[in-house]
């Protein structure tokens, strides 16, 4: 009797759960105003970045320890280099004008850069099926979904993904190596136009395909690819990898190209979400 | 059992806030052991579908929620396969490597089983992409790496803290 209604007892609580379940994946699926997910985002977000915090605490004081022996020598070469600077000032100033005179010869203006929100990634997702970065910027800084997002890493900037969920704080970042995030691209030298998309690993190649068979020939190994800007709020021009492999099958009408990206999402810390396109853009 | 629903809950939930974070550092290829997946599976196999299809909704409502998934996906797995798995509460004891192995295996197989059907119901692409990406084999196998000592360290939490004492 007893084990009867325990078995009902977990089959009522299956059935809640599953329930409970659907109507999460109806909300969600259904409607933006999908506050449920919002407020859950906001509250597990909350915890990743405590938990980020303490790891990043723990691994700055180790790395401070030894770190500390060598800024003493640092400190000492750069007391030297200080008084070389010193006289190289003067010098500076002089170029610093020159400088000013040719951007303004070139009509330069710093309005015409994109505007961006700088971030920090406070989680990255583990697992097989979604990769995506948690960034320490949501909807109170202004941040909306679709907002594309880039980096910079070794002086050269790169595409990281797109802005796909956005809570009151932080807001997730499906990254280019994702198999569900497509990319309007460009070859920059033989200016072709192709579809980008990942494999679901940023250690595996990105994708780009439907490539005119007439670029056959024309895209060497090595060339540049960056964002085309069309039908989609990427801006042009975006560097996101080179070509390393190029694919030609006779029953295709189109060529498919392997794409290492730019950036190594391993070592990333920071990015930008380009939160406006560039004034040139407006324009067009 | 509130106590033991507390107690597993919090270690499934603090083990999912810290595979996104501070277990990044063993990462391999992005991959980080599935801690939170023994938690269901000791729930469940210890205590019976009732506990399990909690912690496994609970869990799978936080996996969700934690990064680009459906929310809602995960739980639904979580707490059929949390029930399924229930039912054989009982009938076999755990010991140190072999029930444990082989009950994770056939768990992971049922989970990826489970993950495929409701991913073609709902159109779930990108899991279905995930699902046959040669990283799910890293991750049953890293998971598995850290299998034994982590049942080991739950059945002495288990019963340590959570089993009533009876005193004669």
Same mark, same amino acid.
């Given at each position: ?284 | ?61 936080? &996996? ?13 797995? &979580? ?17 140190? &490597? ?52 982590? &049942? ?17």
């Amino acid at each position: 009797m007893a084990k009867m209604t325990e078995g009902r007892r977990d089959l009522v609580t299956l059935i809640v759960a599953l329930v409970l379940s659907l109507l999460l994946l109806w909300v969600s699926g259904k409607t933006r105003l999908a506050s449920p997910l919002d407020a859950g985002m906001t509250v597990v977000s909350f915890f990743q970045g405590i938990a980020s915090g303490l790891g990043n605490f723990f691994g700055n004081t180790i790395q401070s320890i030894q770190k500390l022996s060598e800024l003493q020598k640092e400190y000492d070469l750069l007391l030297e280099r200080f008084q070389e600077l010193e006289y190289t000032q003067s010098d500076l100033t002089l170029l610093s004008e020159e400088n000013r005179q040719l951007r303004s010869a070139l009509a330069f203006s710093s309005s015409l850069q994109v505007v961006n929100a700088p971030a920090q990634i406070i989680a990255k997702n583990a697992g097989v099926y979604f990769g995506s970065l948690t960034l320490n910027k949501g909807s109170f800084h202004g941040i909306e979904r679709g907002m594309p997002v880039v980096a910079v890493q070794d002086g050269k900037q790169g595409l990281i993904g797109k802005v796909q969920e956005v809570s009151h704080t932080t807001c997730l970042v499906e990254p280019i190596f994702s198999p569900g995030l497509f990319v309007g691209v460009r070859l920059a030298d033989s200016r072709f136009d192709g579809l980008l998309h990942g494999q679901g690993s940023s250690s595996e190649p990105l994708i780009l395909q439907y490539v005119d068979m007439e670029a056959q020939g024309k895209v060497q190994i090595g060339e540049s690819v960056i964002t085309s800007g069309l039908y989609s709020r990427y801006p042009a021009g975006i560097p996101i990898g080179t070509i390393n492999a190029i694919q030609s099958r006779s029953y295709d009408n189109s060529l498919e190209f392997e794409v290492d990206p730019i950036i190594s999402f391993a070592r990333l810390e920071y990015v930008f979400i380009i939160t406006e396109k560039t004034i040139e853009e407006l324009l067009e | 059992m509130i106590p033991r629903l507390l107690v597993f809950t919090g270690f499934g939930t603090l083990f999912l806030i810290l595979e996104t974070t501070v277990l990044q550092y063993i990462a391999i290829d992005g991959i980080v052991p599935a801690f939170y997946f023994l938690v269901i599976i000791f729930v469940a196999f210890s205590y019976g579908s009732f506990e399990g299809i909690i912690v496994g909704f609970i869990l799978g409502l936080v &996996f969700d929620l934690s990064r680009l998934g459906l929310p809602g996906f995960h739980s639904l797995v &979580f707490s059929l396969f949390a029930y399924l798995l229930g039912i054989f509460r009982g009938k076999i004891q755990f010991d140190l &490597f072999i029930i444990p192995i082989t009950v994770y295996t056939l768990s992971f197989l049922s989970k990826f089983l489970m993950t495929m059907i409701f991913a073609w119901i709902f159109g779930a692409e990108t899991i279905l992409i995930g699902l046959f990406s040669p990283l799910i084999l890293l991750e049953f196998a890293y998971t598995l790496l850290f299998l034994v000592p982590i &049942f080991f360290v739950f059945q002495l939490i288990n019963k340590t803290f959570l089993v009533k004492r009876v005193y004669t």
